[in-house]
């Protein structure tokens, strides 16, 4: 990585500041390493410290996210309709999407079924371009949320003059729920919905291969950062530097101890042993 200051005086400067500038590309699992559910539904969380908190009360509050999760899919997102439809991300339809406006369109008399003709493919991308909207309208207005900040840059604590980063999330979970779960825990405002990829039925291999075509440039690097052996394994055949979150006491990474200049000496770390270009 280039760290010299240029002299911003001149346009030759400022110039070579955009063609050196890089792009970080934050590839985040999303349970159990940007939230809890499973592991306060099941206990282990509560049950990691020792005692130290109440396990009755974790499940208690799991379930209270998972029935406002559940609540805002089927108020807001059509998941009684599209449930079984699930997608690996937001635009995957696009391409039968006529962009009519929806304004007046009503959801609940197009007669929407399987998507398995153009006709009905049409239908779900339509319901798909309203949940993106809603989405960036913030239905609603947490420790990993600032350290997210940090990665786009919204936070002082990150320099961007030479550097753009992007957030995507990558979870095994169906695509609708988890966009829920982004509102919820107001990751919104920190990853945009077509960032969010549900790997599903595809994997998170594939997922990543996705990103890279989306996002691969000279001055592009990539990070994963995750829980599970999945993204781990998806990681070290992207050759994408990989950090482990453990939400147990004694994790090396959890929140809130995770922090941007870790994040960037594990990227120095790969992308400068392998070359600039990474
Ligand atoms: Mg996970």
Known sequence: MDETVP???TGQASTDAVMDQ????YIWDMDETLILLKSLLDGSYAGSFDGLKDRDKSVDIGKRWENLILEVCDE????EQIENYNQPFLNALSEYDDGKDLTAYDFEADCFSS???????RKLAYRHRAIGEKYAKKLFDNNAHKLLEEAIGKSSATPTAYSSSINCIV????LIPSLAKCLLYRLDDVVSS?????SWEVRKLQCFKWIKERF?????????????PEECSAAQVMKWPFIKIEFRPDGPHRFP??????????MDVIYESSGKDG
Not at 115 to 121: A, L, R
Not at 171 to 174: C, L
């Open 216 to 228: 691969d440039g000279p001055n592009v690097r990539f990070c994963v950062i995750g829980d599970g």
């Open 115 to 121: 998507p398995y003709d153009d006709v009905s493919k």
């Open 7 to 9: 002299t911003l005086v």
């Open 171 to 174: 979870t095994s979970g169906s």
């Open 257 to 266: 101890g995770l922090d941007m200049p870790t994040i960037q000496n594990y």
């Open 22 to 25: 890089i792009t970080n590309v």
């Open 194 to 198: 077509e960032n969010v990829y549900s």
């Open 76 to 79: 807001h997102f059509f998941y």
